[in-house]
């Protein structure tokens, strides 16, 4: 459990890809975390390798109920409205730190095994069998298979989500930009306005 864990990063799509071995999910806005729990210490690693235990100990508190002593997640941290959406606003204020929960869509490694090299369609079992009896503060993404995925996008576009992530079902956990993680946007959600603004000063 001592190996680093670094996340895989989607790459943006044109579409949403719709043949049978693809897996969708509901992007959260939020912020990207890894989760690493090894006995009674849990750390909570960003995409630069900070540890953020500390700042948000709902999602610690969360993992150290589990059952299991040893497990590698990976999700996004968020603050949820009543209605259940996520609110950025919210999380980036600081003002909310100790509801923040984690929106679990992967796992890394369980008892001490890598499950880093197992194609998706066996790693979300594991993850599934982590969270069934999951404490609140981490809960498992939702997601759909096969030609749904534009329809899924349609839906989170029209309740004002940030978009969907597809994945392949039969490859790899690999660290950095995955041609096999597609991300397809919400074009009028904030966080789409907000990339734009990063890579403006940029391209000037």
């Known amino acids: 459990m001592s190996k680093p864990y670094e996340p895989a990063l989607p790459v943006m799509g044109t579409k949403v890809p719709t043949g049978p071995d693809w897996m969708h999910e509901i992007k959260y806005d939020g912020y990207r975390l890894i989760v690493v729990r090894e006995n009674d210490r849990v750390r909570l690693l960003t995409r630069n390798g900070h540890d953020w235990a500390k700042r948000f100990p709902f999602i610690v508190e969360a ?19 009543m209605t259940g959406l996520p609110d950025f606003d919210a999380l980036h204020s600081r003002r909310h730190d100790d509801e923040v929960q984690l929106y679990a869509f992967d796992m890394l490694a369980g008892d001490g095994d890598d499950y880093r090299s197992l194609p998706l369609k066996l790693r979300k079992p594991h993850l599934a069998r982590l969270l069934a009896r999951r404490p609140e503060g981490i809960f498992a993404a939702p997601y759909e298979q096969g030609e749904i995925g534009p329809e899924l996008l349609r839906q989170a576009c029209l309740h004002g989500l940030e978009g969907t992530v597809s994945k392949h079902a039969d ?24 990339v734009r603004d990063m890579v403006a000063p940029q391209e000037q």
């Open 63 to 81: 993992a150290l109920k589990n059952r299991q002593t040893h497990f590698v997640i990976d999700g996004e941290a968020v603050v949820l409205t």
């Open 171 to 194: 490859r790899a956990y690999r660290a950095g930009r995955c041609d096999h993680w597609i991300k397809n946007k919400n074009r009028q959600h904030p966080a789409f306005q907000r």
